[in-house]
């Protein structure tokens, strides 16, 4: 099975950049990589995804590594509500998902 | 509004007491999962659906059922539960042929669940 390695925790001020890293050295062809974060008390969000290219979102951009083997989620303006563990999973067709332990994002004021 | 619902949110019980936690999506969703989230261990897969009629195990699916008869529907079966399945348990869903790696999870806002 697929699995991604993420720091435990990060912290960032409120209005600067943050990106936060995901290792997934084991990754195949045709797994997509998707991140989702998980605020105090609620379900896990999807945040963005993508498969080899850079992408954008209005929440986040998605930076993949040219071999795949890891990938960058950048939040350009942190804010309070950004507070939250950030997820960084593959999926495959075979959709046994594997989430981890996830980064915890602290955002100070 | 497009949602995952389940229900209870909270559930206290007694060891042994079979129990339902219901899910249910209105997206026409044809992929369905659970995951339990305790301290440390993060989210972790129970079972999951690629459509009706079809389940799977995911990691830890041991002391629990699941059902897929309608699409809509997911629940979750403990048959008797123990204290070490107290955990707090997320549905997701999402749509595309066969789960569609590309397609977005949508989560529920959870069940706590405490077995004493």
């Known amino acids: 099975d697929a699995k991604t390695t993420q720091p435990n925790s990060m912290e960032s001020n409120e209005e600067e950049p943050v990106h936060l890293p995901c290792n997934h050295s084991?990754?195949?062809?045709?797994?997509?990589i998707h991140w989702y974060r998980q605020l105090p008390s609620q379900g896990p969000e999807y945040v963005i995804h993508?498969?080899?290219s850079n992408v954008n979102n209005r929440m986040a951009s998605l930076a993949i590594a040219e071999d795949r083997k890891s990938s960058t989620l950048i939040l350009h303006r942190a804010t309070l509500r950004d507070a939250a563990v950030y997820y960084c999973?593959?999926?495959?067709?075979?959709?046994?998902?594997?989430f981890g332990t996830g980064t915890r994002l602290q955002v100070f004021p | 509004e497009a949602q995952v619902t389940q229900n209870p949110r909270y559930l206290i019980t007694v060891t042994g007491k079979k129990l339902t936690v219901t899910c249910s999506q209105n997206?026409?969703?044809?992929?369905m999962s659970w995951y339990r989230q305790d301290p440390g261990l993060g989210l972790r897969q129970i079972y999951y659906?690629?459509?009706?009629?079809?389940?799977d195990k995911g990691d830890v699916p041991e002391g629990y059922k699941v059902s897929r008869k309608e699409k809509r529907n997911f629940p979750l079966i403990l048959e008797s539960p123990s204290p070490n399945q107290t955990s707090l348990y997320f549905c997701?869903?999402?749509?595309?042929?066969?789960?569609?790696?590309?397609?977005?999870?949508?989560f529920g806002n959870g069940t706590r669940l405490t077995v004493t």
């Open positions: 999973i593959l999926r495959r067709n075979t959709d046994k998902l594997i």
């Open positions: 997206m026409n969703h044809e992929y």
């Open positions: 997701a869903s999402s749509s595309g042929s066969g789960g569609g790696p590309y397609s977005p999870l949508h």
């Open positions: 993508g498969l080899t």
């Open positions: 084991t990754i195949s062809g045709t797994d997509y």
């Open positions: 659906s690629m459509n009706v009629e079809v389940t």
